[in-house]
């Protein structure tokens, strides 16, 4: 199983993640830790949405319950609607990772104030999840650790206005960022590359 991070504060993040499940092969599930429910609407299953990420979290449901079915090999954990009702933890994700093991890729969605312990995602070795994690973020990522990235995606306001306002076709540096995940072309960009890449 990887595990794919989606921590970009795009407005069209919905756009990024339906293309993901689009141009990636094997069984996917996608974990949405949005605040809001642009994902599921722009994959076009906000109706049949009834548990959410925080009622698997919290032990309320278990999460073959909780998903909703996109297409075949596709399926979705709904985000929250109400993020009060529980403080995930990271112990929390760690369980949820661990009980995953059919999908072969994972993509979480990373809103502001949700944090992703390295050491469940990346530090662990003894985890099955452990040293896959792939991250697609921007320059606006809040991260401040050494992470593991297969693109960085490096926005001027004219770039980004761009992918901003986009509708349908994949853009030509997210199929590269896709195309480095399926060939395992990830590279390691510490704190001081992603501040002189700035």
Not at 27 to 42: C, G, W
Request: with cysteine.
């Amino acid at each position: 199983m990887k595990t794919v991070l989606v921590n970009s504060q795009l407005q069209k993040k919905a756009l990024l993640i339906q293309s993901l499940c689009n141009l990636l092969d094997g069984k996917i599930l996608i974990v949405n830790s949005e605040k809001s429910r642009e994902i599921e609407y722009a994959l076009g299953v906000e109706d049949y949405c009834i548990y959410d990420t925080l009622d698997v979290l919290s032990g309320v449901v278990d999460y073959k319950k909780s998903m909703v079915k996109i297409t075949e090999d596709r399926y979705i954990i709904p985000s929250t609607i109400k993020p009060e009702k529980y403080s995930a933890s990271n112990e929390d994700y760690e369980n949820l990772l661990d009980n995953l093991s059919e999908f072969d890729i994972v993509i979480f969605t990373e809103d502001i104030g949700i944090d992703f312990d390295e050491e469940i995602m990346w530090g662990n070795e003894e985890k099955s999840h452990a040293k896959k994690l792939y991250q697609i973020t921007d320059s606006s990522s809040k991260r401040k650790s050494d992470y593991k990235y297969i693109g960085k995606l490096e926005f001027t306001k004219e770039y980004e206005k761009k992918i901003n306002s986009y509708s349908g076709n994949v853009d030509e540096k997210l199929t590269e960022i896709i195309q480095n995940y399926k060939q395992d072309k990830e590279a390691k960009i510490g704190f001081f590359d992603r501040i002189f890449k700035r």
